[in-house]
């Protein structure tokens, strides 16, 4: 069985697919929800800052199930189909190693930031960050982010004083959001 291309942003023939989910509080500067992957070596991105959500798979209707399961197996948190936004356009992750995978995010708006139960072989932490946070040029930063690509510099996010930094995709989705939907 192959995931349901009736979708809206189901892309016909495009596999595999995924799904994420850009979690926001309400408020005056409202705050998202960025995980920190395990560490494991069998991930590619191993120790990366992400949005909850993950693969399709078989018993899912389309990308939208997806990604509040996904969502729900990573941090215990369960979305609602009101707290749904909007979706935003398909994005591609791993494209930079080599592994083309087509994803689709979905904005969700919660009224509070919920306890959270992260799945410790997935998820090593959460951090809510502030939208003024995020869009701030100051945090913006040009850094090695990539064990592939050791001599390549890309655009980050550097969150907290360690070595995290949000990058790649999850970067690429949120410049999307500011870009098209809060601009």
Not at 146 to 159: G, K, N
Request: hydrophobic residues 40%; negative net charge; proline residues 11%.
């Amino acid at each position: 069985m192959t995931p349901p291309d009736s979708h809206p942003l189901t892309p016909p023939g495009a596999s595999p697919r995924a799904a994420v989910a850009l979690i926001r509080t309400t408020g005056e500067d409202p705050e998202f929800l960025l995980l920190r992957r395990a560490t494991n070596p069998e991930d590619p991105w191993s120790g990366h800052f992400a949005l909850p959500g993950g693969r399709w798979e078989k018993g899912d209707k389309d990308l939208l199930e997806t990604c509040v399961r996904e969502t729900f197996e990573e941090t215990g948190l369960r979305l609602l189909s009101e707290q749904l936004v909007q979706a935003l356009p398909m994005a591609v992750a791993g494209g930079h190693m080599g592994k083309p995978m087509q994803v689709a995010p979905f904005l969700f708006e919660i009224p509070s930031k919920p306890p959270l139960a992260l799945a410790a072989l997935e998820i090593a932490e959460f951090h809510w960050l502030p939208q003024s946070y995020l869009r701030d040029p100051a945090n913006r930063h040009q850094a090695a982010m990539s064990l592939s690509h050791p001599d390549r510099e890309f655009p980050c996010i550097r969150v907290g004083t360690g070595d995290g930094a949000i990058w790649g995709f999850t970067y690429g989705v949120l410049e999307t959001l500011w870009e098209s939907v809060l601009p």
